[in-house]
């Protein structure tokens, strides 16, 4: 059974560009979270889906959106980046019907040049 | 929002020994708090949660207390062992009101280094 996945691994990208992340969600899963992990801090929420929606979001500009697909699987996109957007970004997927554990994917490290 | 204090930021432990770490969080309405192990360069993994009906869970030699009462909760780790070391997050979310609600909020982390 494979877990939560992303891709890419890691990512370069200059100012003002764009840039989009993918994850899959562990099977059975259907709520995917996004969360920005700047280097030695604490995962901050970004927003999550469920049912193909955007169902809660934190404090992120809309520079950050997002996407999810029927299989379940999303993206987050960022637009303008900025080099404050250098972090881990790790998506966390939570089980069909249950309503706590969220496992987290390795993430996907971007940095911002 | 929900705010959650974590402490120490740093621990040091000779192995064998017993390692605690404790949070405090804000919102009285925040029903479920696990915690996270991060490996460097690794996903945080959840190593053991806690809801807001129970006042203790333990897991071998990890063992989670919560006092709502105080709004604190802390992480125990037994007889400490090398492969112990690592970043611990705890997180606190608020209670669900519809299905969809998942936002945790985390404290700042705990660096935790057992020594041989």
């Known amino acids: 059974d494979a877990g939560v996945t992303q891709s890419p691994t890691h990512l370069i990208k200059t100012r003002g560009q764009q840039v989009t992340l993918r994850c899959s969600p562990k099977?059975?899963?259907?709520?995917v979270s996004w969360y920005q992990q700047a280097l030695g801090q604490g995962p901050q929420f970004i927003f999550q889906?469920?049912?193909?929606?955007?169902?809660q979001r934190g404090n992120f500009p809309d520079r950050f959106s997002g996407h999810q697909f029927p299989n379940y699987s999303s993206e987050l996109n960022v637009n303008a980046l900025l080099l404050g957007d250098s972090a881990l970004y790790l998506c966390?997927?939570?089980?069909?019907?249950?309503?706590?554990?969220?496992?987290f994917g390795p993430g996907t490290r971007l940095t911002v040049t | 929002g929900e705010n959650v204090e974590q402490h120490p930021s740093t621990l040091s432990v000779q192995e064998g020994d017993s390692a605690v770490i404790k949070c405090t969080y804000s919102?009285?309405?925040?029903?479920?708090f696990p915690w996270y192990k991060q490996e460097l360069g690794k996903r945080p993994q959840l190593i053991i949660d806690?809801?807001?009906?129970?006042g203790e869970k333990k897991d071998q030699r990890i063992a989670v207390t919560l006092n709502k009462t105080a709004k604190h909760f802390s992480l125990h780790i037994t007889e400490t062992q090398p492969e112990d070391s690592a970043v611990y997050f705890c997180a606190a979310r608020l209670s669900i009101s519809n299905f969809g609600n998942e936002k945790l909020t985390f404290g700042t982390g705990t660096r935790l280094t057992i020594i041989p």
């Open positions: 966390a997927s939570r089980r069909r019907g249950q309503s706590y554990e969220q496992y």
């Open positions: 099977s059975g899963h259907d709520t």
């Open positions: 919102d009285s309405a925040s029903n479920y």
């Open positions: 806690i809801r807001s009906n129970v």
């Open positions: 889906y469920y049912e193909e929606e955007e169902r």
